[in-house]
Each structure stands twice: as C-alpha cells, then as structure tokens.
C-alpha cells in the first residue's frame, strides 16, 4: 500500500527551495548521510551510450523508523535536527533547516528514497519517491521486511536536468573537498567516494590556521556572538573560496566576493558563528553580502587572511633575504625586529624589496653598493612617512604599473601599514605629551609660556589631549559662533540677529570648544566641551571660576541652544587653585572637579568642572599606556622637549 504525504506550502516558493547551485544540492544529500552517523557515502554516476542514466548516493546510516515518514517529509523547516547539536553516536550536527530533500530535485525530476531501518532486531526497508512536477507531495511505500541488507539509505535521481559538471569525478572531488575538509579533519573514519575514488584530506592541507577573531555582533535580542576563522592552505587545491560556516564550522553559503592578491596560494577559508545559523534560519543568509552588519567583521576576515598569506610569502622567501643578509646589502642589522613596530616595517620592507627583486629584470645585476643603497631609501621612505604607502611604492619602488596597484592593495588591506602608521602618530604624541609636560610643569619654563599665543594654539592643534574622540569647532571666538556649530551640529540653520551675552550682558570669547557624537540611537545626540584655557604660572580663584560660569549660564539661558539630549561641559584649566575654589569643590554631592550640574528639564544637561593639567594629562598617558607599551616605546624628557620646540617652533620663539 502506498500512502501520499502533502506539503502545506506555496508552489512558487517550494520553487525556489528546489532550485540551487548543483555542488549545493548534491552535498545537501551528503549532510543527510552524515547527520544519520553514515561512515562511508558513496557517491555513484551511472552512465549509458546516451549519456547520465541516474545518480546514486549510499551510505551506510541508521536509516530512519517508517514512523518518521511522514512528519519528516511532510513538513517544510521542521528538522528533527533543530532540537538537537550532536547525531546518536556523537558527531556534530550540520543541517537543520528541513529542506535538503527539495533541493535535489536541481539534479533530476525523479528522486527515490530507499531507507534501511533496524527494529526488534529485524530489518525493514520502504520507499518514498518525491517528483519536481509535484514538489507538494511524496509518496511513501509499507515498510517490508528484508535480510541481507545493512541500515542505511539510498538515494536515486533520475530524469537528470543535465550533465552537471559536479557529476565528473574530479571536478566532485576538487568542488567538494574544501566543502567537507572541516568535516573530515574531525572524523577521520568517516569516506566520501564519488565512484569509487575516495575524498582525500590527507597530504592535501599544506598548512592551517585557526584564530579567535575581535569582531562582535549583537542581534535582535542583544545577545553577542562572536567570530573564528579556520584557513586551510592546500597542497594542489587551487581554489581561494571563504564560506560563512555554523559554530562548528560546517560550510552553510559561500562567500560571493573575491579575494584577490594572494598569491599563487590555494586555500578554502571557514568564518564560523552560531550568528550564520541564525541568518541561516531565517532565509538571510544568502543575501549576507549585502548585509550591512557583517561589514565589519567580513573586513576583518579578509584581513587576516591577507596577513596570513604575507605571512606565508615571505616565509617562502627567506632564502632570499639570508641571501642580501649574507651580502650585507640587506638594511637591518640585528636578525629578529625588537619591537612589534620594527617587526612590521620589515615585513613591509621584505614584500617591496622581493617584488623589486621579481619584477625589476636588471636587479640581480646592479653591484651590491647600489642595491644596499636602494635598500636603505626604502627603509628610510617606510620609517618617515608609513602613511603614504602608494608614493612610496611609486617614487622609491620601480614596478611595473599594474604590479603597483596590486602591491598597494595588498599591503594596504593588511595590518602591516596600519601598524606602522599608529606607531607612528603614538610615538608623535607620546614626546608631544612629554614635551607639553614639561613647559606646564618645570618652574622656569611655565613663567614664560604665554596662554593665548602658544598654549592656546598648541592644544588648537592637539585636541587628542581632551579625548580621541572630539574634534575642534570654535578656536577663540564668540558665543555666537559656539550657537552656531551647535545648531550646525543638530542639522538646523540658524541666522543669529542677536548676539549671545552673558547675564551680565557682556559677550564672552570662548578659548577652545570641542564637540563629540555621543554613541547612541540618534543622531542629534550631541556632547560640547568648552575649555578655557589659563597659562601655568595663574592660580584658578574665584574671578576665573566665575568666568566659567558665566558662559555656562549664557547657554543655559538662551533658548536658541536648546536641542536634542546634548550635554555641555564647561572647563576652566588650569595648574593649581585657591582654598576659595577648593572649598566649592568640596560641596556634598559633587565629585570629579564638578562646581556646577543643571538639572535634566530641557534635554540638556550643563556641567561646570575645575581641572588641572595633572589631571589631564594623566587621563591623556592612561589613553596611551597601554599601545605605549605593546609598541615598547620609551620617550624621555630631553625627546619631548625637543620635538615639542621642532614642531611648534613659530609658537615657542623666545
């Protein structure tokens, strides 16, 4: 007797379930064995005179009990996977979607089901068989008994769309082996065939790499989920492919982009998540190219897998640099960089000078002293000015002109540049911060340093000291113009007929107002510093304290400044204050230097705060300590000062 299952589902979107990539479906039937604790699936392409008679896939499962049928097969997305991670015998789990056995029918119009089942210590055997005209329905046969059978199901696709070129066995065994490597490095008892000849892993990974990556991602519910990225480097594989995989690294879609300048390398790249499973679930996946959220930590993939391979090159090259080492022609003296920063400019430095040593035909011929010397021009291009990579490549390194543009891109999607160029600006700021600490804090220095002319225009120019975050808007002009950023800011235009005053009626000149994004929803979140700046040598008291207040009061009481949720500061800096400023810090309730708080009545929260330029400056080195001493860097005074006189030599003339 033979019993019909219908599927409560639309035709046109059964439609689309059914049709898929041919490597795709083909290895949605391989899943099923694996998740049925198969150890061996056999792949097998029937041929006849007129061509593909029919496809076969056998493995050697458990089958499932006649008693499933029905709700197996009879239901769309309703896996008896999605309750469950691991199969009967322990292995991990892959599809859990219920659409598999629709996606066969992209390879024939006829798909049969033979399934082998034990029970009560008997064999039983029945068959469903599932049409692409009917996609809605399969039918299903009584479960028989059977002997000299062992469990396991049977698949047979007849009435083939066409000659997929999957159905060859090499192009199956190249297609589906960085597919299934994942798989089979975890289980190394299980054997995929494709007629006969098995799927290798062995000798086939020439190198791996497995790496916890930073990148996060919250979804819907706030609930993170993090990333890891496995890379096998193949032996004779030639493919440069990135699937995004489910949490245990089992390919779910492939990774549409290309990932270009690797080289000569083959690899098949496994971003894992449970996030893709979720994706998965719920029919995004296959649009995540497109998916806005993934672009951060596809970029951050994609770079480490560039890494990797710069990596890998230049390990396959040290026979050339011992060999410029050996001629003393090669720039750094020492054999291993001391410093993460050196490690990265020589990295740099070996991929430019092995290009040149490729691409440049006469090389090899100029004598040692001109090739030492374009060596050092290199180097020297790199520690100068890490940032301009294209000009050094253009003006130092003579390539041809499609080899620039690829090198550039290299490099320039690597952590190599990006290194090199904070270290860079870190190290800058480090003997900035020494050096400003010196003129604020050395008696003799501070007498002279004069407020507006040159401590003024130095933090004009620096205003990383208040936080990486701001940037300048107003530099020593009115309240007007504080009115007119802030309504620039919130997206509002703004014509000031009337001048903000203090309550006093007078108009004050502010030293230095800086704004920030607050990171939240909207966008009109808006935070204003305005610091007034004193030099060293002035004690803050209550004439300067006032002063600050007086501009936080103008724009507490013009209405003109009210916007959404913005928060203003207000600062007055300098290195020490009276007993009379003293005492207003010591109010109940108050902390931090605070002097002053409004109340929340109109969406915009002012504070008044006392600072000193310990206190900055120590928050400012508690900014950098840390990248300070991952890039061992050690500046003294001497340095600081030195660099500080350099650079703002127009400020600080006697």
Avoid at 203 to 213: A, F, S, W
Avoid at 355 to 377: A, M, P, R, T
Wanted: contains cysteine.
């Amino acid at each position: 007797m033979e019993n019909t299952v219908k599927i409560e589902a639309q035709a046109d979107y059964l439609e689309k379930i059914a049709h898929a990539n041919p490597t795709r479906s083909l290895s949605e039937l391989i899943w099923n064995s694996l998740d049925a604790d198969a150890t061996e699936v056999n792949i097998t392409v029937h041929d006849t005179d007129m061509g593909i008679e029919r496809v076969v896939i056998a493995d050697n499962g458990l089958g499932f009990d006649i008693k499933y049928a029905k709700s197996y097969f009879g239901s769309l997305g309703g896996s008896w996977k999605k309750q469950k991670t691991t199969t009967k015998n322990g292995r991990r789990l892959h599809g859990k979607e219920g659409q598999g056995r629709f996606r066969a029918f992209t390879l024939g119009n006829r798909i049969e089901w033979i399934i082998t089942y034990e029970k009560d210590n008997k064999m039983y055997q029945y068959h469903i068989v599932g049409r692409k005209a009917f996609l809605d329905e399969f039918k299903i046969s009584d479960a028989v008994v059977v002997t000299n059978c062992n469990t396991g199901v049977k698949v047979e696709i007849t009435e083939l769309e066409k000659n997929y070129a999957i159905f060859e066995t090499s192009t199956a065994l190249s297609s589906l082996l960085p597919i299934y490597a994942p798989y089979l490095a975890s289980y190394n008892e299980v054997a995929i065939k494709i007629n006969e000849e098995r799927l290798k892993l062995d000798g086939q990974i020439k190198n791996r790499l497995d790496k916890e990556l930073s990148t996060t991602i919250k979804d819907l519910e706030g609930k993170e989920h993090s990333f890891g990225l496995t890379v096998f480097e193949w032996t004779d594989v030639k493919v440069k492919e990135l699937y995004y995989c489910d949490e245990n690294g089992y390919p779910l879609e492939k990774y549409e982009k290309q990932i270009r300048k690797i080289g000569d390398y083959g690899f098949s790249a496994y971003l894992k998540s449970d996030y893709f499973s979720i994706l998965n679930s719920n029919g995004e996946l296959q649009l995540a190219d497109m998916n806005d959220d993934l672009q951060d930590i596809m970029n951050e993939t994609v770079k480490e897998i560039k890494q990797y391979f710069i990596n890998r090159y230049l390990e396959d090259s040290k026979g050339i640099i011992q060999r410029w080492k050996d001629e003393e022609v090669y720039p750094y003296s020492k054999d291993e960089p001391e410093t993460v920063i050196e490690d990265a400019e020589r990295k740099v430095f070996d991929i430019l000078a092995l290009n040149i040593n490729e691409y440049s035909v006469d090389f090899d011929e100029i004598g040692n002293q001109q090739k030492k010397l374009q060596f050092q021009l290199i180097k020297q291009a790199i520690q100068t000015n890490p940032s301009n990579l294209s000009r050094i490549i253009q003006e130092v390194v003579n390539l041809p002109e499609d080899k620039i543009d690829d090198l550039y891109e290299l490099l320039g999607n690597t952590s190599l540049a990006s290194i090199i160029s904070t270290s860079k600006i870190v190290e800058d700021r480090q003997k900035l911060l020494r050096g400003f600490e010196e003129i604020v804090y050395d008696a003799e220095l501070k007498k002279h340093l004069k407020e507006r002319s040159q401590l003024h225009r130095i933090l004009a120019d620096n205003t990383w000291f208040f936080g990486d975050e701001f940037v300048l808007s107003v530099d020593d002009q009115s309240l007007s113009e504080v009115l007119r950023k802030h309504k620039n800011y919130i997206g509002e235009e703004v014509v000031i007929d009337e001048p903000v005053r203090r309550l006093d009626g007078s108009i004050g000149i502010v030293d230095l107002m800086l704004s920030r994004s607050i990171p939240q929803n909207r966008a009109k979140n808006k935070e204003h510093l305005v610091v007034e700046l004193k030099a060293p040598k002035v004690i803050i008291g209550q004439t300067e304290l006032n002063q600050i207040k007086s501009y936080a009061f103008a724009v507490a009481k013009d209405e003109r400044f009210l916007g959404l949720s913005t928060r203003w500061e207000f600062w007055i800096l300098s290195n020490k204050y009276d007993d009379y400023v003293e005492m207003e810090l010591s109010q109940v309730g108050y902390s931090d230097g605070i002097v002053y708080k409004s109340n929340n009545l109109t969406n915009m929260i002012i504070t008044v705060k006392v600072k000193t330029w310990s206190e900055v400056l120590s928050e400012c080195n508690q900014r950098y300590s840390f990248i300070k001493d991952q890039l061992s860097l050690n500046i003294n005074k001497e340095q600081g000062l030195e660099y500080l006189i350099k650079k703002y030599s127009e400020y600080l003339k006697p």
